[in-house]
């Protein structure tokens, strides 16, 4: 997934009369180092824009079909493209300038801003499918509907009121179930970055 995932940003970025430069993949499980400092299962997978790497933990996938109940070859993809969006948004400067917006900014409007991120990075996914459908044809039946399950699955509404009993959608870092759905699947209908801009 990660070779496809170079593959279809080399392509994309070389469109745009850029340089796509791969991010490193560590996997992990129980806990890390990284340079943006010391990382928990609990946390999950993430993306760590100083040192450019995408750090994937094992647990979060058996946590993601047996607690969320998205199971499948094609979530776990969709997981490994959405950090690789986080990527993205660091070499086109989004991630920066996001960063810097949210210096000095309310917890609530911070938050915002984060959500923002992160249902670009899910829409990038979907471009992501697309290119990678169109180029290797490598979605099979059932796989849209997996990545959707993941997305959906792990929309901090669901996970709120799964973990607390109920929804505080001011607290939201990641985005509904239905935004994740949403900004996917327009990536992936789209297959155009130009798509993605979750900030307007």
């Known amino acids: ?87 993205v948004q660091k070499l086109l400067g989004i991630a920066d300038q996001v960063e810097a917006a949210r210096q000095g900014a309310s917890e609530k409007k911070a938050n915002a801003l984060q959500v923002r991120m992160e249902l670009q990075a899910d829409c990038f996914a979907g471009v992501w499918a697309n290119h990678a459908q169109d180029s290797k044809n490598i979605i099979e039946h059932g796989d849209i509907d997996a990545a959707l399950g993941a997305a959906s699955a792990i929309g901090d509404d669901r996970v709120q009121k799964q973990s607390q009993g109920y929804v505080v959608p001011d607290s939201f870092t990641h985005g509904s179930s239905a935004q994740r759905v949403g900004w996917f699947r327009r990536g992936y209908e789209s297959g155009k970055i130009e798509k993605c801009d979750t900030f307007n």
């Open 1 to 87: 997934v990660l070779r496809d995932t170079e593959d279809v940003w080399t392509d994309l970025f070389k469109q745009y009369g850029t340089t796509y430069t791969d991010p490193k993949l560590v996997l992990f499980d129980g806990s890390i180092r990284s340079a943006c400092g010391n990382a928990m299962s609990v946390m999950g997978p993430f993306y760590c824009p100083e040192d450019e790497k995408v750090y994937l933990d094992l647990s979060f996938f058996r946590e993601l079909k047996d607690r969320f109940h998205a199971p499948g070859d094609f979530a776990q993809a969709y997981v490994i493209a959405h950090e690789v969006g986080h990527h």
